[in-house]
């Protein structure tokens, strides 16, 4: 988000020199710099021992592709546990052990998209009532039903970094 009113008292910003950060929008009555802000989120590869990834669906993003488990950090939480937390609300199993994917830039959202490959033994899922639908699809043909890969889609690389990770290749 950009600012252009300061959120404290209402005044309209102007930019000011902030050392290495160039012009930022600064509040003369409050004497405060307000950098632009975004929201934080988890992305969460979903993998049993089966080489088998969860894929969701949820109506509201598409009919047609399939997505990983994600969701807002909420304050107070760190990147990790919301990842764990996502799981088990989302599809209701529990992670028991959880890589570190990156972070990817989703600018479609400006969301900062925290990635991890979360590893669970297969289990039947408890659905949320934000997903449609979900299953254990094969990792080998998860990207027949996944969204397209494209810019700003954070599904592939961390798709690729599963199949390193455990040993398998691409078709």
Not at 18 to 44: H, L, M, N, T
Not at 80 to 109: H, M, N, P, Q
Not at 115 to 136: P, T, Y
Request: with cysteine; aromatic share 14%; charged share 25%.
């Amino acid at each position: 988000m950009h600012y252009n009113y300061c959120p404290k008292c209402g005044m309209k910003l102007t930019d000011k020199m902030a050392g290495d950060d160039g012009k930022v929008p600064f509040c003369e009555r409050c004497g405060q710099y307000w950098f632009d802000s975004f929201s934080s989120c988890c992305i969460v590869l979903v993998a049993n021992q089966y080489h088998e990834i969860a894929l969701l669906r949820q109506m509201y993003m598409s009919d047609q592709f399939a997505s990983f488990v994600s969701g807002y950090i909420t304050p107070g939480e760190n990147a990790e546990e919301s990842a764990v937390r996502e799981v088990k609300e989302e599809l209701g199993i529990d992670i028991e052990r959880l890589e570190y994917a990156g972070t990817y830039w989703f600018a479609a959202k400006e969301l900062l998209m925290h990635g991890f490959i979360g590893f669970a033994s297969k289990a039947d899922f408890r659905l949320s009532s934000e997903v449609d639908s979900a299953a254990w699809v094969s990792a080998l043909k998860a990207p027949e039903t996944m969204f397209p890969d494209r810019p700003g889609n954070a599904m592939y690389p961390i798709y690729r970094k599963y199949l390193k990770t455990v040993g398998l290749s691409e078709e």
